[in-house]
């Protein structure tokens, strides 16, 4: 079974599509005890985000948090990125999956099919 941590805040109808064999795990801010997970759907705030965090085991978070760069560092960066640092086996090890795909991706991850890293993209509706 795929353990799903999600913020408690999230309303439960975006996750119904989900397969029976997630369990959906609500993380609330207010955490007062270690959880196991395997998934972790981060709070879009990131100062309640940075409060469940310190309480998740079995879950790892890769990356840079570029926010806190000001705007002209992080452009130079993303040029380099898509130029002189561009990876060309990054398409083969890293995909897009939108939000709304995630109950199609989640019984691949459970067989043990996906390769690399899945990317979420989550855009506001509208």
Known sequence: MLRVGYP???ATELLRDL???VELIPLSND???EIEI???IPDPYQTRAIKVWPHLRGVRLIGIDS???AMP???QMWQRLATDLHSPTLTQ???TVPFAGLPKVFPELLQGKLRGRS???IKAPG
């Open 119 to 121: 990317v979420v993209e």
């Open 67 to 69: 926010a806190a760069t």
């Open 38 to 40: 395997d998934v972790w």
């Open 8 to 10: 408690a805040i999230l």
């Open 93 to 95: 090890v890293a995909h």
């Open 19 to 21: 397969p029976p064999e």
């Open 73 to 75: 560092v992080r452009s």
């Open 31 to 33: 955490i007062d005890r």
